[in-house]
Every structure is written in structure tokens, then in C-alpha cells.
């Protein structure tokens, strides 16, 4: 039987991966405590402050600690320098300045920020729907039908 750390593997990182995972928990926090919540509650001055504390917080975990986090692992675990090129599979992706036939260079440096500016869209979109939502719970979707002279509903059939 072979025993096999997973967090040993190559390319895994502990610190990012909590830093991710609890982030996103954090962000995710704020839909039970909406639902929970009356709409027409006003917050207290120390609910408002605690609660932009707490946002405070996790905004800046999410764009200064878990991309920080994933920069260092990039950097320092997975040696993505600006001096190692990818290649891509069968050498698709050499570039011609080294010998191959793509027009462009690439470095690993590159995929690690367009990786960074993927996790910002990430927790961009997250904040936005998160914000939406909360802006929104109130809302309930109803349909009205409109009713005839009789009070009884116009519907048609289709």
C-alpha cells in the first residue's frame, strides 16, 4: 500500500489553498446572515462598524493575500521565472527567437500574472454578485395577472 501525502505533491500549496478556500467561505458568510436578517432592520453604529471591519478584511484577503500567496508559490515552489519559456505540448508553442514557429514569446511569468488577474476576476465577481444580492433580498418575484371586469384572471392559452 503506498501512502501518499497529497499536500506534498508538487505544485500544491498549503498556504494558498487556505488562504483561497477560506476567503471564499468568508465572502460566502454574508448569505445566511442576509436571509436571516430583516430587509427594514436598520443597523446600530457598532453593527455598521463591525461589519465593514469584517468586509474590510476580506477584501483585502482577497486581493492582497491570496494572490500574494500564489505569486510566492509560483515563484519559489514551481520556479516560474521570466527566464523559463513554455513550449507547449509537441513544442507548439516555442517561440521562433529560440527556434520553433510561434510568433510570441512566452514566459512561466506571464501565466503566473494572467493566473493572478484570474483570481482577481474571481473575487471581482464574487464581491459584485455578493453586493447585488444583498441589495436585492428583499425582492419578491411575483406575477400578476390581470384580471378581468369579473375579478377573474385574464390568461391566455397558448
Known amino acids: 500500500m503506498l501512502a501518499i501525502d497529497i499536500l506534498r505533491w508538487p505544485g500544491v500549496n498549503q498556504a494558498f489553498l487556505f488562504s483561497l478556500v477560506l476567503t471564499t467561505a468568508m465572502s460566502l458568510v454574508v448569505i445566511p446572515v442576509g436571509k436571516r436578517r ?76 494572467i493566473v493572478v488577474v484570474g483570481i482577481h476576476f474571481f473575487y471581482i465577481g464574487l464581491m459584485i454578485y455578493l453586493f447585488a444580492w444583498w441589495q436585492k433580498r428583499d425582492v419578491v418575484v411575483t406575477k400578476e395577472v390581470v384580471a378581468s371586469s369579473y375579478g377573474r384572471p385574464l390568461v391566455k392559452k397558448s
Open 38 to 113: 430583516k430587509f427594514d432592520r436598520k443597523a446600530t453604529w457598532g453593527e455598521a462598524m463591525i461589519a465593514s471591519a469584517y468586509i474590510f478584511l476580506v477584501l483585502f484577503l482577497a486581493f492582497g493575500v491570496v494572490p500574494h500567496q500564489f505569486i510566492d508559490h509560483a515563484d519559489k515552489e514551481l520556479g516560474w521565472r521570466k527566464d523559463k519559456l513554455v513550449y507547449g505540448p509537441f513544442d507548439i508553442l516555442k517561440s521562433d527567437t529560440v527556434g520553433g514557429s510561434f510568433p510570441i514569446t512566452i514566459s512561466y511569468e506571464a501565466i503566473r500574472d
